[in-house]
């Protein structure tokens, strides 16, 4: 079992930036890839970004450019550093972890608020 926990959401204005920390309970070496995922009020879940073990990254087109996602695996943390934000960012942001066997856990999230 993998817990994660997420961290660093809140309220800024546009144009601001926020870094999101999500501490994983496990090895994050050991694992195949972390995802950040975003919920917004009445939408679907999608995904952000990605980083796999190897450090494969992709973002969703809509973050290019603004958003970075990394790691520290000596504190088994991965970062969503989000600069330029936008209202349409506004969410839930969801951490995700992706074990060998393909069995995915999720972070509880943290809010984002984008005000105009």
């Known amino acids: 079992q993998v817990q994660l926990v997420e961290s660093g959401g809140g309220f800024v204005q546009a144009g601001g930036s926020l870094r999101l920390s999500c501490v994983a309970s496990t090895t994050i070496t050991t694992l195949n890839s972390m995802q950040w995922y975003r919920q917004a009020p009445g939408k679907q879940r999608e995904l952000v970004a990605s980083i796999s073990v190897r450090d494969d990254i992709n973002y969703a087109d809509a973050v290019k450019g603004r958003f970075t996602i990394s790691r520290d695996n000596a504190k088994n943390t991965v970062y969503l550093q989000m600069n330029s934000l936008k209202p349409e960012d506004t969410a839930v942001y969801y951490c995700?972890?992706?074990?060998?066997?393909?069995?995915?856990?999720w972070g509880q999230g943290t809010q984002v608020t984008v005000s105009s």
């Open positions: 995700k972890a992706r074990n060998w066997s393909g069995r995915d856990y």
